[in-house]
């Protein structure tokens, strides 16, 4: 009795000792079960964030191979539009070049500059004729026809002539308000001629007045214009000569009369004419008016001339 007495007590103890065992070795299972999955686990993380990685390396580099090409592709527009390039901002030296264009050293030297263009029906006849008589020009395009005619002003610039600066809107009480309204017409022109020659670099620099840069009601806005332009690096450019071919009803006579007045005996010669929807007259005394140049001894030029542009 009393050993089973003694025996009893010993039993639980014995019994409680395997239990704590069994327990601490499913505890350890457990431990290891789990440190061989969360390892695994993170294993397979690893490989799943390197293969991430990798694809963004790929993607990148189809990115930047998919840039490069379309800006090779650009560069190989352009190239082939123009042999021409064109400054982005001009020199000093440029500068001058525009403002005191009029000054010779004895050539006598003619430049034929088409305001207001392009239209439809004038200026490729104007274009036509030009390269018949192998001869380039500048036109002073106006942003509202330069949205409707791109491939006119694509034209323009494939042919060698100098495309220059009109501004957008020709209407002088929206122009003259201030400096930053002139300076807003001659971008908003310019933004257009990127978007038609589909070149963000491409800039004309050279701005006419419409109107002209001095005279009239807003001659002192137009002061201030000219020097404000100025300090954004964009000459402007008037004429010393011209056809009066968008003034009352012109005739064949009058236009030839006038030009041979207005052009007297001066060496350096800008003459303004007109490409708009109108000026049939101004295409149809065009071949007259180009004898008269090279009858008198004119060589033609352009602005990339007179901007030391056509070098190459
Ligand atoms: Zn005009």
Excluded at 165 to 170: A, F, I, K
Aim: hydrophobic share 35%; net charge negative.
């Amino acid at each position: 009795m009393y050993d089973l007495i003694c025996f009893e007590p010993e039993k639980p103890h014995k019994n409680l000792i395997r239990i704590l065992c069994k327990i601490i070795f499913c505890i350890l299972l457990i431990f290891v079960i789990l440190t061989f999955f969360i390892n695994k686990y993170n294993e397979t993380n690893e490989v799943l964030v390197q293969e991430a990685s990798s694809s963004n390396i790929v993607d990148t580099t189809v990115e930047n191979s998919d840039a490069n090409t379309s800006e090779n592709n650009s560069i190989e527009e352009t190239t082939q539009q123009s042999n021409f390039s064109e400054p982005t901002i001009l020199s000093e030296e440029q500068y001058n070049n525009i403002i005191h264009i009029y000054r010779s050293d004895s050539e006598k030297i003619v430049y034929l500059t088409f305001d207001d263009g392009p239209s439809a029906n004038i200026t490729p006849l104007i274009l036509d004729l030009l390269d018949k008589e192998n001869i380039k020009a500048t036109f002073f395009t106006l942003g509202t026809n330069v949205e409707k005619y791109p491939e006119i002003i694509q034209r323009e610039y494939s042919d060698g002539h100098y495309i220059a600066n009109h501004g957008y809107s020709h209407k002088y009480s929206e122009i003259y308000v201030n400096n930053d309204t002139i300076l807003n017409d001659y971008l908003q022109c310019e933004q257009a001629l990127k978007k038609a020659l589909n070149n963000e670099n491409f800039s004309t620099n050279v701005y006419r007045f419409p109107g002209g840069s001095s005279g009239g009601k807003y001659n002192d806005i137009k002061l201030a214009g000219k020097q404000y332009l100025k300090e954004n690096n964009i000459a402007y450019l008037d004429w010393n000569a011209l056809t009066y071919d968008a003034e009352g009803t012109p005739t064949h006579e009058s236009i030839i009369e006038n030009l041979k007045q207005t052009v007297g005996t001066k060496d350096v010669v800008v003459l303004l004419m007109h490409d708009s929807s109108s000026k049939i007259l101004t295409y149809e005394t065009l071949p007259e008016v180009i004898s008269f140049f090279r009858d008198n001894g004119y060589t033609f030029k352009t602005l990339y001339d007179a901007l030391s542009l056509n070098e190459n």
